[in-house]
């Protein structure tokens, strides 16, 4: 590695960080931070880089969009440090939650898909119902209501008369989301963001453009991992 390190021309932290649109500090911190391997000193103290350390900064800003800026940092500090195979590790782990995050989009759109049969009817739908006809459209116990709605998946008001549990349309559509879900596998703490979208959206129509700007950033996380992949391999090759 020393005698890589000793190989074509010196670069200094300016020439670094004009060659990637970074301050100098930025790249000091990087070397510091482990992602940069250490850089030899000049007789005066001065950091002299190499061409490696350029490919190295390289290979760290083409992993950041796909991976994230803390795993990004591990993979690189894993592979200075020799520890290859935990760089492969941490790149595994991303490609696993791409896919969970994949999964649950499905999921999402599934369950949208399930729910459209009902979007047409709500006009002969009564605007309001009570715990027990609710479930039992579901085909749940209205204990099963009672538990989404204390983890906040459903909010339904309650009559100011009776103080019996009143769901309008919007708890209706949020029960049916939050029962196909979880016929789908999922646990309400993973529910509870996608419904807190819809909400967000203002309904379902609305959240189908979320879901596709949802699955554009899934894809182009996709191609930055395949980018960050490439740059990564060619600075494996330059350290060996």
């Given at each position: 590695?020393g005698?890589?390190?000793?190989?074509g021309?010196k670069?200094r932290?300016?020439?670094l960080?004009?060659?990637?649109?970074?301050?100098t500090?930025?790249?000091?911190n990087?070397e510091?931070?482990g992602?940069?391997?250490?850089?030899?000193?000049?007789a005066?103290?001065y950091?002299?880089?190499?061409?490696?350390?350029?490919r190295?900064?390289?290979?760290?800003?083409?992993?950041?969009p796909?991976?994230?800026?803390?795993?990004?940092?591990?993979i690189?500090?894993?592979?200075?440090?020799?520890?290859?195979?935990?760089?492969?590790?941490?790149?595994d782990g991303?490609h696993?939650?791409?896919?969970?995050?994949?999964?649950?989009?499905q999921?999402?759109?599934?369950?949208l898909?399930?729910?459209?049969?009902h979007a047409?009817?709500?006009?002969?739908?009564?605007?309001?119902?009570?715990?027990?006809?609710?479930?039992?459209?579901?085909?749940?116990r209205p204990?099963?209501l009672?538990?989404?709605e204390?983890?906040?998946l459903v909010?339904?008001?309650?009559?100011?008369?009776?103080g019996?549990?009143?769901?309008d349309?919007?708890?209706?559509r949020?029960?049916?989301?939050?029962h196909?879900?979880?016929?789908g596998?999922?646990?309400?703490?993973?529910?509870a963001?996608?419904i807190q979208?819809?909400?967000?959206?203002?309904?379902?129509?609305?959240?189908?453009g979320?879901l596709r700007d949802?699955?554009?950033?899934?894809?182009?996380?996709?191609?930055?991992?395949l980018?960050?992949?490439?740059?990564?391999?060619a600075?494996?090759?330059?350290?060996t």
């Amino acid at each position: 590695m020393g005698r890589n390190l000793q190989n074509g021309e010196k670069l200094r932290p300016i020439d670094l960080a004009r060659r990637h649109g970074l301050s100098t500090q930025a790249v000091r911190n990087y070397e510091e931070a482990g992602i940069l391997p250490a850089a030899d000193r000049t007789a005066a103290g001065y950091r002299a880089y190499t061409p490696l350390h350029a490919r190295a900064l390289r290979t760290f800003l083409a992993l950041v969009p796909g991976h994230g800026h803390p795993t990004a940092t591990a993979i690189m500090r894993a592979v200075n440090e020799g520890a290859v195979d935990e760089a492969f590790r941490l790149i595994d782990g991303s490609h696993a939650q791409l896919l969970r995050d994949r999964e649950t989009l499905q999921a999402v759109e599934g369950a949208l898909r399930d729910l459209a049969p009902h979007a047409g009817t709500a006009a002969s739908r009564p605007r309001r119902t009570f715990i027990g006809p609710l479930a039992e459209e579901l085909g749940v116990r209205p204990a099963t209501l009672r538990k989404w709605e204390e983890a906040g998946l459903v909010r339904p008001r309650r009559d100011p008369v009776t103080g019996y549990r009143v769901y309008d349309e919007s708890d209706v559509r949020d029960a049916r989301l939050v029962h196909q879900l979880r016929r789908g596998g999922y646990l309400l703490e993973q529910i509870a963001p996608l419904i807190q979208r819809v909400r967000t959206a203002g309904g379902l129509e609305p959240l189908e453009g979320a879901l596709r700007d949802w699955r554009g950033r899934l894809s182009a996380r996709s191609r930055a991992m395949l980018t960050g992949a490439a740059e990564l391999e060619a600075y494996l090759r330059a350290r060996t």
